[in-house]
């Protein structure tokens, strides 16, 4: 079959892991012998046509207002601006079409959008093919994508103008997609609490790690605590640091990779502490070294993390994690088993949850040991198997 991936962005240009992700689909899928291509924006706003691997990338001159490569936040009138510019972009809607036409693709499958605007769940409805998406943010219920408020609170509940936004989103939507896809039951209940997708068929695909797990053995002279993600708020990162630093222990060492809009503050909390060390943005093909050097991650978020990258992939390194319970991570850290749970943003219970978990090496080496097992070695294989039967079911 031919099939084409739509991601707001793709590799080189990396935001999260939605980007990795629709890579290795891609990847993937070309080499069981399908044929694929990808469309784009485009980090210069030129149009591009050029080839990854054997597999042809359209990248899209959007016309944005701002871009979203860059690092810095976007603020006053030209955030919402862009927002309401994002909402139906018709230039965009034809490009695709038109692309879409050309290479007679039999199914599309969608991933993040923004930056493409609402007008891309609209480019498949006159040209019976059918349409996927795959959530990877909840860009159709909340504006910031990640129900978190500007005060870093969760948001249990729409004010008005997300309500309004909301609404706005599913005309827009208009039952144009044929299967939801989702990584986490959390987040398909999400959209169907909201309103959405209750007439479509939806299926949670876990995504998947195209390596072995690595059985790489760990050193506890000093146990090391692992941080790997964003440096914002919303992340739980100063949650992490206040737990760690009212833990009285000389041998445990916390490392916190990665960068964001929130990584000064941070390091000021962070400064009196001689056992915190920050490592800033490290390349994927380097973060392995980290993942080995760990006892343990912490993934200590506040907001309703969908299906994090860095789970699986500590796994695959034989390294515990210790979790938010908030979103789609219980789905993935069995509590006492590979790993641990704690309330978000609670810094007593985080507290105590490490200090109980580090107090023996026996401990640490049954979490280890369950942590190897807990992906299958051909993960990879899995989701796209079970992609390709429910592209197949569509076509048919």
Partial sequence: MKICYISNMYPPAILGGAEIIVQKMAQAMKKRGHEVIIITTSPDNQQHIIDDDKIKVYQLNTTRLY????????????????????????????????????????????????????????????????????????????????????????????????????????KLLDDNVDLLIAPSNFMINKYHENGFFNNTKSVKIPLAIDKKTQHHPKDYTTIDIMYIGSMGKHKGVDTLINAFKQIPDDNIHLHLVGKGYDLDEFKMMAKDDERITFHGYVDNDKISEFYNMANLIVVPSICYDNSPMV??????????????????????????????????????????????????TKILQTLEDNASHTLSDNSMDIMIKKLEDEYEKLIK
Wanted: with cysteine.
């Fill in 67 to 170: 871009q979203p490569y860059q690092q810095t936040q976007v603020s006053g009138i030209k955030k919402p601006l862009w927002h309401l510019f994002d909402l139906w972009n018709n230039k965009t809607k034809k490009e695709v079409i038109k692309i879409l036409r050309k290479e007679d693709v039999d199914i599309v499958h969608l991933n993040n959008y923004k930056g493409l605007s609402m007008a891309i769940f609209d480019v498949t409805s006159n040209l019976n093919i059918p349409l996927v998406f795959e959530s990877h943010d909840f860009s159709l219920i909340c504006p910031r994508a990640n129900l978190i408020r500007a005060n870093n609170t969760l948001c249990k509940k729409p004010n008005f103008i997300c309500s309004q936004y909301i609404n706005i989103q599913k």
């Fill in 311 to 360: 789970i699986y992939e500590s796994f695959t390194h034989s390294t515990p994690v210790i979790g938010s319970n908030i979103g789609g991570i219980p789905e993935l850290i069995d509590d006492n088993v590979n790993g641990r749970l704690f309330n978000p943003g609670d810094v007593n219970d985080l507290k105590n949850v490490l200090e109980d978990t580090i107090k023996d």
